[in-house]
T-cell receptor
Framework: NAGVMQNPRHLVRRRGQEARLRCSPV?????VYWYRQLPEEGLKFMVY????????ESGMPKERFSAEFPKEGPSILRIQQVVRGDSAAYFC????????????FGPGTRLLVL | QQQVKQSPQSLIVQKGGISIINCAYE??????FPWYQQFPGKGPALLIA?????SEKKEGRFTISFNKSAKQFSLHIMDSQPGDSATYFC????????FGTGTRLQVTL
């Protein structure tokens, strides 16, 4: 399967714990985007990364959220000290760059904060 | 303003009918307009996309109509089928994409 992979698919955390979401882009893609989707709502952009660089984090909450896309390995979205309002579906998308704007989405991670 | 407004919120169409979903954007710098289809519990799947240098693009039963002067674009699904029942999102960009709030389409027999 050459598509975007995300894990875990479901994640349950208690308030105050850390959530770590992983995204492996389409093979050959070097651009990764993270979006958050609340129930019955559209997708909200969070952050755009290229390998080892954060390009645009204008949609990222200022505190508790961080993202990385290392030279080797998946992209990670990290949420520290989770609160109930963080409960949502988090989607990763990737694109090849090189002038292409097409973004391909993964299946998402559904985070539930108890 | 980065908003993309999508309507209707929900739509019921009979099998064989035409489904029409509309979107309007505000940022004239946007130059890429994709539509995504999302089934429950799944990630959005790219359906069809258009750039502003053309007014219409057709792929199978799916057509995008684009009106640059009005800053509007729409998705038409011809011969709608029950398998088309899903939530459809329009988006506008470059990078990053700004998404509409979604239209839940139900195609009845």
């Amino acid at each position: 399967n050459a598509g975007v992979m995300q894990n875990p698919r479901h994640l349950v955390r208690r308030r105050g714990q850390e959530a770590r979401l992983r995204c492996s882009p389409v093979k050959g893609h070097s651009h990764v985007y993270w979006y958050r989707q609340l129930p019955e709502e559209g997708l909200k952009f969070m952050v755009y990364l290229q390998k080892e660089n954060i390009i645009d984090e204008s949609g990222m909450p200022k505190e508790r959220f961080s993202a990385e896309f290392p030279k080797e390995g998946p992209s990670i979205l990290r949420i520290q000290q989770v609160v109930r309002g963080d409960s949502a579906a988090y989607f990763c998308a990737s694109s090849s760059g090189r002038g292409s704007l097409k973004q391909y989405f993964g299946p998402g991670t559904r985070l539930l904060v108890l | 303003q980065q908003q993309v407004k999508q309507s209707p919120q929900s739509l019921i169409v009979q099998k064989g009918g035409i489904s029409i979903i509309n979107c309007a954007y505000e940022n004239t710098a946007f130059d890429y307009f994709p539509w995504y289809q999302q089934f429950p519990g799944k990630g959005p799947a790219l359906l069809i996309a258009i750039r502003p240098d053309v007014s219409e693009k057709k792929e199978g039963r799916f057509t995008i109509s684009f009106n640059k002067s009005a800053k509007q674009f729409s998705l038409h699904i011809m011969d709608s089928q029950p398998g088309d029942s899903a939530t459809y999102f329009c988006a506008a960009g470059g990078t990053p994409l700004t998404f509409g709030t979604g239209t839940r389409l139900q195609v009845t027999l």
